[in-house]
């Protein structure tokens, strides 16, 4: 008796988003065009939204601004604290500049300001799920780097020089620790915002800049000749590990 096998296919599983926006119908607009792509898991409100954040394993995380109970930035603040370094991607209808500068430094890796098209949205979303299979997350499987006089433990997210601790925001550490992790390469602030921040938009090169000066402020012996992260002019910047 002859007997016929079914054929078994498995497919790569869809990669989790989680969604905490408490607009409904934004809510419900986005599910509508990433769903088919993706597993989306949505939450309306900011502390329910927090704990699944840090309960669950995530692809990525799209976070509005405006919440109730546990507001965007205090929801990034407290995730990059407890050393989640899930891609975040902040959602907001205000597009100040302070606004959008202060989600980049509490660890945010990328800012969209509402209203925005769907394409754009995925188009981000996509970045960041490629970015934390790649680039930086690579980086942080070498889990000390030293150069320079500086220890980074990216495990504990500590950082020393000369045996010195240094008080490091989430992205001023990730842009140091891709520096260290290649001595001698020029970036450009393109390259470096996709390498660190997950997508390159021309109009965040300005964020490039304040992180290198601020890092440099807190790097340098004297951060007007600066000899750790070095400017070469018309191209980007490098880690000069032998300073």
Request: hydrophobic content about 40%; proline content about 3%; overall charge negative.
């Amino acid at each position: 008796m002859n007997q016929t096998h079914a054929i078994r296919t498995t497919t790569a599983e869809p990669a989790r988003l989680l969604l905490i926006e408490d607009d409904e119908a934004i809510a419900s607009l986005i599910r509508l065009h990433l769903s088919s792509d993706y597993s989306l898991t949505v939450e309306h409100d900011g502390l329910t939204g927090f704990r699944r954040a840090e309960e669950e394993q995530w692809s990525a995380i799209l976070l509005d601004l405006r919440l109730p109970s546990k507001d965007g930035l205090e929801i990034c603040r407290d995730l990059r604290a407890r050393l989640n370094d899930t891609p975040l991607l902040m959602l907001t209808s205000r597009s100040g500049e302070l606004d959008r500068v202060l989600g980049l430094e509490m660890g945010a890796d990328d800012y969209l300001v509402k209203p925005f098209s769907m394409l754009e949205l995925g188009a981000r979303v996509k970045a960041l799920i490629r970015r934390s299979a790649t680039g930086l997350n690579a980086v942080r499987q070498v889990e000390v780097l030293s150069a320079a006089g500086l220890t980074l433990n990216q495990r504990s997210r500590e950082c020393s020089r000369d045996g010195q601790p240094l008080e490091l925001t989430s992205k001023e550490f990730d842009l140091l620790a891709w520096f260290m992790a290649h001595p001698g390469t020029v970036f450009s602030r393109s390259e470096l915002l996709e390498h660190i921040w997950g997508y390159a938009h021309s109009g965040y090169e300005h964020t490039v800049n304040s992180h290198i000066n601020r890092l440099r402020a807190k790097l340098e012996t004297d951060p007007s000749s600066p000899g750790i992260i070095v400017t070469v002019w018309g191209v980007g910047y490098r880690f000069n590990a032998a300073s």
